[in-house]
């Protein structure tokens, strides 16, 4: 594995209904769901990384921490930022912050962990 602090990612969206609290049932509301947020963020961490595993290596979500900041209705384009800032043998530490064109809408750490892809879905499928 070549991984190193200091990797990063960006992903870019703009807010449809599919995105939204309402659309995925964490709310009413149609305005950037948190879940969505979480996804978008993770979705970084996975393209960040992505290159840098051995054939064979993915990896999978464990822990993540979130401040869900500020709103982001219809219509806005929302940035979600990455960056690799510990790796503790397989266990991998992100930082990642989400903005739009005014303030940041979110922010926190994910944790994933390096797993070998064969070994991770037989154990899944048993």
Known sequence: MTLV???RAQLLIMVEMEDT???VGSGDVPVLA???LVALAEAACVRAVEKHL????TSVGTRVELDHLAASPL???????????EVDGRRLIFAFEAHDR?????Q?????M????AAFLARAAR
């Open 5 to 7: 602090p200091g990797l």
């Open 21 to 23: 609290a309402k659309k």
């Open 34 to 36: 948190t879940p969505r």
């Open 54 to 57: 051995q054939p064979g290596q």
């Open 75 to 85: 219509g806005t384009h929302v940035q979600v930022g990455v960056e690799l800032i």
């Open 102 to 106: 005014r303030t940041v809408v979110g």
């Open 108 to 112: 926190g750490i994910i944790e994933r």
């Open 114 to 117: 390096v797993v070998d892809r």
